[in-house]
């Protein structure tokens, strides 16, 4: 199956969020907070919150969390179809003095 996702990429991974909502399925999400605005918003779409240890496609983890959990000497790496809210070093696009450094650093190469 292939079909196209918000960023214009093609994908043809039947685990791809996108995908699973295209052909009926559920997107599996798990957090390690509780907001009910977050589990609110998730259900109303139908998605299916896990447990630990379940399979997953999004993860909506603290700042914290996921750099701990998704440091290189942990080990774990997201696999295709799986999205989390952070990324590491976030904060490089994030604040705006960041931003200026890193666009400045770019124009100089």
């Given at each position: ?18 995908n699973v909502l295209k ?53 774990y790496r997201l696999s ?30």
């Amino acid at each position: 199956m292939e079909s196209r996702n918000r960023y214009g990429k093609t994908s043809q991974n039947p685990a791809d969020p996108y995908n699973v909502l295209k052909s009926g399925g559920k997107i599996r999400w798990k957090t390690d907070m509780e907001k009910v605005c977050l589990s609110s918003n998730f259900e109303r779409r139908g998605w299916h919150r896990v447990s630990e240890g379940e399979p997953w496609n999004i993860y909506w983890a603290s700042v914290s969390s996921a750099k701990m959990v998704f440091n290189g000497d942990f080990g774990y790496r997201l696999s295709d179809g799986q999205m989390i809210n952070h990324f590491p070093n976030h904060y490089e696009l994030t604040r705006k003095d960041m931003m200026v450094k890193n666009i400045k650093r770019y124009r100089k190469e």
